[in-house]
């Protein structure tokens, strides 16, 4: 059963650092994964999608890796602001079936 | 071209009360999903439809959960009778069919089971 785990939960910066999180998957037998932007109160947004046979993406001030083999992926956010400040979900898509498995989240805090 | 339409938003009700929760996907999405969230978790499938037909329902709680998509197009979920650990946002995602990979969420329903 595939499993994804975030670290870490929460997380808090201030403005304009360049930051990390991290998002790992025990099956490494992927279509895609993508990072999702949660606000509250609010459903999700894509931010980046990434192909099994790509290895990243980027949109932006955000740029996302993935290396199947090791079972894990980053999204770099570049220069924060406080309107990054959201839930950032890693989900994998385990089969062809399309469905997202999620990670728990990573709360962003960026303090101005 | 309009998102994925969820109602009611926000939800209250007393446990073993019913409930239900529409979704309308983006026009021309053939697959359309259920996800329940509860709070400090990721989202976890309930539902997948496949036009009208339903293509995985492994893990939605059948005995108290039921869900549809009679034409194809829009969808509703069911809780009867509702229980406390029900409290969750239930998301709708849509993807034009199986040969994409964006799935595009709507806004979600927000049960609250006292």
């Known amino acids: 059963k595939q499993e994804v785990t975030q670290i870490p939960a929460a997380l808090s910066v201030p403005e304009g650092e360049n930051l990390v999180l991290n998002c790992s998957f025990t099956d490494s037998a992927i279509y895609n994964l993508q990072w999702f932007r949660q606000d509250p109160g609010k459903g999700l947004t894509s931010l980046l999608l990434?192909?099994?046979?790509?290895r990243e993406q980027t949109s932006g001030r955000l740029n996302a890796s993935l290396d199947k083999s090791s079972g894990r992926s980053t999204l770099y956010i570049a220069a924060s602001q406080p309107g990054d400040s959201a839930t950032y979900l890693c989900?994998?898509?385990?089969?062809?079936?399309?469905?997202?498995?999620f990670g728990s989240g990573t709360q962003l805090t960026v303090l101005p | 071209e309009a998102g994925v339409a969820q109602s009611p938003r926000y939800k209250i009700i007393e446990k073993r009360q019913s409930v239900a929760f529409w979704c309308n996907p983006i026009?021309?999405?053939?697959?359309l999903y259920w996800y329940q969230q509860i709070l400090g978790q990721g989202p976890k499938l309930l539902i997948q439809?496949?036009?009208?037909?339903?293509?995985?329902d492994s893990q939605l709680p059948k005995d108290r959960f039921s869900a549809e998509r009679l034409k194809g197009v829009d969808s509703t979920l069911k809780i009867q009778p509702a229980k406390l650990e029900d409290s969750a946002v239930y998301l709708c995602a849509s993807i034009r069919d199986l040969t994409y990979n964006e799935q595009f969420f709507g806004p979600g329903t927000r049960l609250t089971v006292l």
């Open positions: 989900a994998v898509t385990p089969g062809s079936a399309r469905q997202l498995t």
């Open positions: 026009s021309g999405h053939a697959t």
């Open positions: 990434i192909q099994s046979s790509q």
């Open positions: 439809f496949q036009n009208n037909g339903v293509v995985d």
